[in-house]
């Protein structure tokens, strides 16, 4: 779950979208939102609901239909969901969540997307990786989706990385804490297609070097490994990680011993990554968003060059 992010402008676009008629059936009438939006907010007494936490937050009208055509556990704690969604109109920026809207199910769900836009583009599909909570939205995908499950999602968030082919050439750095590895994943995702299409076309943006820290409690909390993996390895001098866990008990397996430190990530690991051309995106547990953005100003990093997302 979500809640608002500090954005940085520039290369950080956002939009609020505009308001489009139902025209196919696969997209709510705005009726039927205003009436689902409105009992969620009245029926659930929470304050820290998604849809009163984001209420300020810029998010589009559109509500797209979405069926589950996967799912799978990606850790001991977390469920991965893969959805189906046709609406060509539907979009959203790498490092941005939705809306999770579920039939008979009161209260919104707020989940980041970890897959690239370039996923829906080409196969019109997004992956959540929601871990599960006494929270009714992650119940439901814990104990009760199935496949064909139909769902709604509209796109919102200020966080997001979206540079357009002109836009200078920048180096990113990722903090992630826990499942704040998931809009930090699709950033990731999103910057090895950027390498790929400037690879095969010699055009667009030139993206400059991403060094993603992931913390987590272990290894097997760590989501997403072979896939973070994988983009390491297929570009080795663009992507590099550091993998941090702060309570391993196992051993830790010759593939990831290479990548893994035991014990959280350091102010100074990250200070030696300041430079003029880089932006910093962080997001996991309020405390540690607090305390690297600080951090990062106390160092004199621009705040623009800051942008941040907390998770409750």
């Keep these: 779950m979500v809640c608002a992010a500090v954005a ?22 705005a009726s039927a939102l205003r009436h689902l939006t409105l009992a969620s907010i009245m029926k659930s007494k929470r304050k820290t609901d998604h849809l009163e936490r984001t209420a300020n937050v810029v998010r589009r009208e559109m509500v797209s239909a979405a069926k589950v055509c996967g799912a799978a556990n990606e850790s001991p704690s977390v469920k991965r ?22 039939p008979g199910v009161s209260v919104v769900g707020g989940f980041s997307i970890c897959s690239s836009p370039r996923l829906l583009e080409q196969e019109r599909m997004i992956e959540l990786a929601v871990k599960y909570a006494n929270h009714p939205p992650a119940l439901w995908i814990h104990n009760q989706c199935t496949l064909d499950s139909e769902v709604a ?3 919102g968030g200020e966080f997001f990385f979206d540079p357009q082919p002109a836009d200078a050439s920048r180096n990113l750095v990722l903090i992630a804490g826990g499942v704040g590895i998931n809009p930090l994943l699709s950033i990731l ?14 055009s667009g943006y030139e993206m400059g070097t991403t060094k993603l820290f992931y913390s987590a409690q272990n290894t097997s909390e760590l989501l997403f490994k072979k896939n973070i993996l994988d983009l390491v390895n297929e570009f080795p001098e663009k992507i590099a990680c550091s993998l941090h866990v702060t309570k391993q008990t196992a051993q830790i397996s010759a593939e990831l011993k290479p990548y893994v430190t035991e014990g959280r990530i350091t102010e100074k690991e990250i200070r030696d990554h300041i430079s003029q051309e880089t932006l910093f995106y962080i997001c996991g547990p309020p405390p540690m968003t607090d305390f690297f953005s600080k951090q ?5 990093v621009p705040k623009e060059h800051i942008c941040f997302e907390k998770w409750w």
Excluded at 10 to 25: C, H, I, K, M, Y
Excluded at 81 to 102: E, N, P, T
């Design 296 to 300: 990062l100003e106390n160092s004199h």
């Design 153 to 155: 999602v509209r796109v």
């Design 81 to 102: 969901l893969c959805l189906h969604v046709a609406d060509k109109d539907f979009s959203f920026k790498a490092g941005q969540w939705i809306d999770f809207f579920i």
């Design 189 to 202: 995702r999103h910057t090895a297609d950027l390498h790929r299409e400037r690879a095969h076309r010699g």
């Design 8 to 29: 940085v402008p520039g290369l950080l676009r956002s939009s609020a979208g505009t308001v489009r008629t139902p025209a196919a059936s696969l997209r709510l009438t």
